[in-house]
T-cell receptor, first 118, second 114 residues
Framework: GAVVSQHPSWVICKSGTSVKIECRSLDFQATTMFWYRQFPKQSLMLMATSNEGSKATYEQGVEKDKFLINHASLTLSTLTVTSAHPEDSSFYIC??????????????FGPGTRLTVL | QKEVEQNSGPLSVPEGAIASLNCTYSDRGSQSFFWYRQYSGKSPELIMSIYSNGDKEDGRFTAQLNKASQYVSLLIRDSQPSDSATYLCAVKEGLTGGGNKLTFGTGTQLKVEL
């Protein structure tokens, strides 16, 4: 299997606060997870690649000090949006690969977290 | 910069017809290709993956790849209203490399009409 969960599914917060989003692989161990952001009517934009036991690799233009990623175990990666502002309101989606699945190492997506910053 | 292009649509087809979704990509080094379906407000769901030139069929879905033309398509036979969604094309540089990331197109919105 390749089930990925996210928590919370939605969150509303005040501007200036921090929000943590969890991504879990439920039936496999994921050495690599990916964090995406999707604005309305736009495609998925990769924010960073999360590697278990090491620092995340951020895409160009993504502030690593604002979007903190921790991948402390083979089944859990967290994304913390620090000092959130209304422009950070978006749909945040994580994905993971099952390294034992063979094939093309397809990415399986979590259900997403909708963040609204007031 | 790697680019993946899709017509945003909407593409409207009658129920029972064949829907044809197209995607072109700029990076000749791309080796694996994916089609995801995304319903409004939901996360993407993998439909098909392909890495060899030609056709790959899975139920009502057929993925077609032409690396020379840098073109990949998805055919949906006997389209159903439940197929109405946005279809995302994604491209990966390698085949099984653990660090390779996906580049997504902007998606094509499909509407299957009764």
């Amino acid at each position: 299997g390749a089930v990925v969960s996210q928590h919370p599914s939605w969150v509303i917060c005040k501007s200036g606060t921090s929000v943590k989003i969890e991504c879990r692989s439920l039936d496999f161990q994921a050495t690599t997870m990916f964090w995406y952001r999707q604005f309305p009517k736009q495609s998925l934009m990769l924010m960073a690649t999360s590697n278990e036991g090491s620092k995340a690799t951020y895409e160009q233009g993504v502030e690593k000090d604002k979007f903190l990623i921790n991948h402390a175990s083979l089944t859990l990666s967290t994304l913390t949006v620090t000092s959130a502002h209304p422009e950070d309101s978006s749909f945040y989606i994580c994905s993971a690969r099952n390294p034992l699945a063979g094939g093309l190492n397809e990415q399986f997506f979590g259900p997403g977290t909708r963040l609204t910053v007031l | 910069q790697k680019e993946v292009e899709q017509n945003s649509g909407p593409l409207s087809v009658p129920e029972g017809a064949i829907a044809s979704l197209n995607c072109t990509y700029s990076d000749r080094g791309s080796q694996s290709f994916f089609w995801y379906r995304q319903y409004s407000g939901k996360s993407p769901e993998l439909i098909m993956s392909i890495y060899s030139n030609g056709d790959k069929e899975d139920g009502r879905f057929t993925a077609q790849l032409n690396k020379a033309s840098q073109y990949v398509s998805l055919l949906i036979r006997d389209s159903q209203p439940s197929d109405s969604a946005t279809y995302l094309c994604a491209v990966k540089e390698g085949l099984t490399g653990g660090g390779n990331k996906l580049t997504f197109g902007t998606g094509t919105q499909l509407k299957v009409e009764l």
